[in-house]
């Protein structure tokens, strides 16, 4: 495989240092202000601690999690720490390679996964990959985002910040202190790494200074269910099932009953998922947070994002956004030079106190097409709140999407077909389909955005005595996107490989190249919401329908930074079962929508004909 560098003589240069160089991207300037790669990596020291972290596993045993620590050996003090707290460094891999944890004949680690370790520790920082409890050297259960998950990570920023106790071991009682550190912590991850970063801020605990969640959760109801509709995400327990180490496998039935039985398949909200949701307890963050998000995500919703970044507006909490046109993707592998160096930027700033103006910088970064990024003033962009009525016209399943508002008795209907999706429902979007119901704009003749949440009221009947709806906007119009879909969700890996930073044999800091994975279509979903109408007056219980009944309930859609070309047009689709994001139920009803008393409030930069 070719390897890409600055040059061969420079290589030649530093090889003794073992650093590899890494080219600017065509069009990158690359960020030469704040720390430098001054310290080796190759000499650099790599230790475990085991934290304790205060909690007890079943059988009363207190639980340790392992911390495998690189910093560099020059300095003695006042380092700051950037940890990836995750639970897949021994069954899954991190990053688009899969790479797992490895450790040399005495335990001590070698490889740390992802490029964190190359890039920043010659520059300053510590990295420290920390085991959730149950996982790979930890030992514990996995709780799946609860008091044990979290623990694990926010125990080894009170270690770093002298507040527990570490061992040299994990079973023994040689104690070890972090007095090289200057207690300033950054956490970072994507997927569950990412969504501990955010359940540990929502702790508010001293030494964490900025988080950098990617594609990650903020509240697990919403990984699973939505507004009562079961998400197509499995259940909680399989996954703890996934990354539990095999003393967690034997040791933590307790634990999994738990999990089941807090996480009921009938879509209520229990205190089990109240005690999973971060964005509640947004007050408690003190860190600045810095997302990254695809708006296209089908494993960790977009709502995750949006309902967090609305949370921490509220609070007045410094933050950053870049949203692509991926699926659920590392920025490394859709803007690699771009982000490495905002992300220096952003660490240089919160952790070391530089004075690079990054929190001055605009706050969105968006991709409103292939590797074509924009930025703006702030998230959402100044958009209004735009409601919007749906009217019926001569043929049913087709209607109109603007002011027009319904005439008395209008009502629309489709039948839950739980084969279909919202690409089958998109596809011929003027033509009738008794599966859904589309509701069209007219044709634009300027651009318009939807930036933001969209908020959609539905009054319905079901035919049944359980029914749930589907909501899905769609930009009408030819364009490339992103084949978000597709294999790569977004991306093509290549064969070639460029190094980040600095490595050794055994972690070579060198990483495959990505493209753009792109697709033509002329109807490109942009935005959906789904619900399940039993529980249109309560998350916390699903009532049963009486066939006939209108009931009225009211959900968000995902958050998007969409815009719609000139010559396109913006439409409403509503549908039952969308086949491979929500499961189906027992029943296929046929559902009845007063439009009288249904509309969308859509957040538009621009307006609609």
Known sequence: MKVTRLSSLLTVLVAGLGLLLVPAAAGAAPHDSGSQPTYSYANAIRETAWVDTGLKDPTGKAVRVAADIIRPSELSSGVPVIMDASPYYSCCGRGNESQLKT???????????????????????????????????????VDIGGPSDIGSAKSVIDWLNGRKTAYTTATGSTTVTATW??????????????????????????????????????????????????????????????VENSAAQSGCGSVQSAIDTGSPTNGNYTS????????????????????????????VKPINFGQWWDALAAHGVERKIWLSQTSHVDPFDYRRAQWVDTLHQWFDHYLMGIDNGIQNGPQLSVERTP???????????????TGLKLSATNTNGLGKLGSTAPTAGSVESFTDNPSLSETNWATSPDSANSARVVFSSGTLTAPVTVSGTSTITVTASSSASSGQVSAVLVDLGPETIRNWSGSGEGITTLSTRTCFGSGTTGDTGCFLDTSADTVSTNASVISRGWADIGHYASLNSKATLTPG?????????????????????????VGGTDNGWITAGSAK?????????????????????
């Open 181 to 242: 550190t200057s207690g300033s912590v950054g956490m970072i991850g994507k997927s569950w790494d990412g969504t501990i970063a955010n359940g540990v801020a929502a702790t508010g605990v001293a030494g964490l200074k900025t988080i950098v969640p990617i594609s990650a959760i903020s509240s697990w109801y919403d990984y699973y269910r939505a507004n009562g509709a079961d998400l197509t995400s499995g259940q909680p327990s399989g996954l703890s099932n996934l």
């Open 549 to 573: 009944k209108a009931y009225t309930l009211t959900f968000k859609l995902a958050p998007t930074d969409h815009q719609v070309a000139a010559g396109h047009r913006l439409a409403l689709i």
């Open 103 to 141: 450790y040399d004949s005495a335990g001590k680690p070698v490889q740390f996964p992802l490029y964190y370790d190359n890039y920043f520790v010659p520059r300053g920082y510590a990295i420290v990959l920390v085991d959730l409890a149950g996982t790979n050297r930890s030992n514990g259960c």
């Open 371 to 385: 590797d074509n990024w924009v930025d703006a003033a702030s998230f959402p962009e100044a958009a209004t709140a």
């Open 589 to 609: 009803p046929k559902i009845t929508l007063d439009l009288t008393k249904t509309a969308i409030q859509i957040p538009l930069v621009g307006s609609l004909p």
């Open 272 to 299: 089990w998922w109240d005690q999973r949701n971060y964005y509640a307890q947004a007050a408690n963050v003190h860190a600045s947070v810095f997302v990254a998000h695809g708006v296209e995500d089908d494993n």
